[in-house]
């Protein structure tokens, strides 16, 4: 059985039509990188797959189970962290930890390991509010993944950090992939990231699936890299932010 | 399954308390505010009766009030102005001082326009008269005061007014009327502002989003922002009443149980209109208007600074309606009169059906993302 099953799947905002019917299928253990410009439908298909917006048409079953019958299990044994969220700024990294652990009745140490995997331990008593963007973004991924997920959602996570934080941040999910035992879909507008962390990579733009599969696949003479395959398959750049491929 | 409900409730209660605290306007505007408020109305409104008026005479030629001046009053100023003086002293209505000055017609009709004197004396050919408008209650007293100092001008200076007994009743005063009422309207303040505004807020920047992405009870969450708000209200109102009660003597005449059971229908009633207030949007502009939408009435009309009896006939049994009239009302009758479980009976259920109805329709229509 698949791990996540996305059938048919349509979203129309009033005249936007965000997701025009995609079709995916998605292994255990698989890191997936859904890779698409701004507006392309990324974020809208992530969070009808995270169970936060509902299809007008389709059907997406993760485990087997669909939202709307299995919500409560489905929602302990997935993790995920938003575009955007911000936590509670007058609360610490250790009692924001602490109160989303109540939510799925976890105690210290798991707390701890997820502290210790995202490498936050020497900013535990520090207020939400003074911490860094990619301090933040590790809260966020450390959040996400208290419950210890069999499914992790990440939607950008490391849009915004510097070089360094989004390689500190790829080791974090290298990590988590060795181990086997979490299924990864990412987004992201960054060649680099999906080469390096995901197996499977979806290509995403107005709202369609343009391209999918392992990136070896992908890969031709026309089109060397992800970049130029983008090029090649939409006629326009992926994304205008060449801070990786200037820090090559 | 029941231990996970308690320790979630118990850890959203403990970061909204914690939230609450590190945020010092609010420990401000919650506590020391009101606390100022009260002693600077009470003080204002318990100072000893002490009455000033400004009396002008127009006449062609001396007169009666001329002669009963020079045996009575003594030089003096009136706002800088050369005048007489004559005061009366009263054990039990204070002191009372009249401020005479000359003056033509013209000038008296225009100081009386101003608010500047309180009353003409003319000399007419029929005699004296005093020319003042009838529809003003303070022209009235004055002439009434007047007229019958000027008919018997000895007598009152030797205090024997035996008719009057000043009433100072413990809960009586003005203060035992305000301080229920700055209670109350504070507890409405705090929670229709401190759950309206942390509903919003926390909807606009998606961490009610990223809330209920987990396995949490959306009811755990709404039931720990009222009970954090409920909590500091309890404080907040502790601390009022300790000055009141150490400034003011104000004291408790009727049933402190009842009382508490009041308090917590009160919060419940607000806290339900609170959460449907901001059940839908994630515009802090709109929740501040509907907020004053529902605030505002009920501050001007259901009678926290001063009584809602001068209201028309017809309006008071509407306002008798308003949630903040009922909690008031209950709460100043077991504050002044002595109240207990019976008087409070009818507005304790009242108020929390209200606020149950209100915090179920908020639930159903609550916009989590
Ligand atoms: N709630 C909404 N109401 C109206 N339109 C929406 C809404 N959410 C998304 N859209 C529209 O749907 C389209 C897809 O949006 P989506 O957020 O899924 O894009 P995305 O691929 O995540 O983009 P980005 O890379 O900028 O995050 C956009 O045109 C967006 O304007
Ligand atoms: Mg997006």
Redesign the interface.
């Known amino acids: 059985m698949s791990q996540i099953e996305v059938r048919n799947v349509v979203k129309t905002f009033k005249d936007v039509h965000a997701v025009k019917g995609i079709s995916l299928s998605i292994e255990p253990g698989e890191f997936v990188a859904l890779l698409g410009p701004n507006g392309a439908g990324k974020t809208t298909l992530v969070e009808m797959m995270e169970g936060l917006q509902k299809p007008d048409s389709g059907e997406i079953l993760i485990e087997g189970k669909n939202w709307k019958k299995h919500e409560k299990d489905l929602r302990k044994s997935i993790g995920l962290s938003l575009q955007e969220t911000r936590f509670s700024e007058k609360l610490t990294i250790i009692e924001t930890l602490q109160l989303f652990a109540s939510f799925f009745n976890l105690g210290k140490e798991r707390i701890n390991e997820v502290i210790t995997l995202t490498g936050l331990e020497s900013k535990t008593k520090a207020m939400v509010g003074t911490l860094s963007g990619g301090q933040r973004q590790r809260l966020a991924l450390a959040v996400a993944l208290l419950n210890n997920p069999r499914t992790l959602f990440l939607d950008e996570p490391t849009t915004g950090l510097d070089p360094h934080s989004r390689l500190d941040l790829w080791n974090i999910l290298d990590g988590l992939k060795k181990k086997g035992n979490t299924t990864l879909i990412l987004t992201t507008h960054y060649m680099e990231e999906a080469e390096t962390l995901c197996d499977h990579i979806i290509i995403i733009d107005e709202g369609k699936i343009l391209r999918e599969g392992r990136l070896k696949d992908l890969l031709d003479d026309k089109s060397r890299n992800l970049e130029e395959l983008f090029i090649n398959l939409t006629g326009k750049k992926l994304s205008d932010d060449d801070l990786i491929e200037q820090t090559k | 399954m029941k ?2 409900a308690h ?2 409730l ?3 209660l ?2 909204f308390c ?2 609450m605290l ?2 010092p306007e609010v420990l401000f505007w919650g506590i020391v505010f009101p606390v100022l408020i009260s002693i600077g109305l009470g003080l204002a409104f318990t100072q000893s009766a002490e009455a000033k008026f400004h009396i002008l005479i127009v006449e062609s030629k001396p007169t009666a009030v001329d002669s009963l001046l020079s045996l009575y009053g003594h030089e003096g100023k009136h706002k800088g102005q050369p005048a007489i003086i004559w005061e009366t002293n009263d054990k039990a209505l204070g002191k009372t001082q009249f401020d005479f000055t000359h003056s033509d017609w013209e000038s008296a009709i225009i100081s009386l326009k101003r608010g500047e004197a309180d009353l003409v004396i003319a000399d007419t050919p029929d005699g004296l008269r005093y020319r003042f408008d009838p529809h003003n209650s303070q022209a009235q007293l004055v002439y009434m005061k007047l007229s019958a100092l000027l008919q018997s001008p000895a007598s009152h200076d030797a205090d024997t007014n035996i008719a009057v007994e000043p009433l100072e009743l413990k809960g009586v005063r003005y203060i035992d009327f305000l301080i229920p009422g700055l209670i109350t309207f504070g507890i409405m303040g705090s929670i229709m502002w401190g759950v309206s505004y942390t509903i919003i807020e ?1 909807r606009s ?3 009610l ?8 009870r959306k009811s755990s969450f709404l039931i720990a922002l009222m009970g954090m708000r409920t909590l500091m209200n309890i404080v907040e109102a502790l601390i009022l009443f300790l000055f009141a009660y150490l400034i003011f003597d104000i004291r408790i005449q009727g049933n402190i149980a009842a009382l508490a059971l009041l308090f917590l229908a009160g919060n419940l009633a607000f806290a339900g209109i609170a959460i449907l207030v901001s059940s839908r949007t994630s515009k802090t502009e709109v929740g501040t208007g509907l907020i004053n939408a529902v605030q505002m009435p009920m501050m001007l009309l259901s009678g926290i600074f001063f009584s809602y009896h001068n209201f028309p006939e017809w309006s008071i049994s509407a306002i008798k309606l308003l949630p903040l009239t009922a909690f008031t009302d209950g709460v100043r009758s077991i504050f002044n009169e002595g109240a207990g479980w019976e008087e409070i009976l009818i507005p304790t259920i009242a108020l929390s059906a209200l606020g149950l109805l209100c915090f179920a329709i908020g639930m159903k229509r609550f916009k989590w ?1």
């Open positions: 231990s996970i320790k979630q118990f850890q959203l403990r970061a914690l939230e590190r945020e926390r920047q998606k961490l989003r990223r809330m209920v992405a987990t396995p949490m993302h």
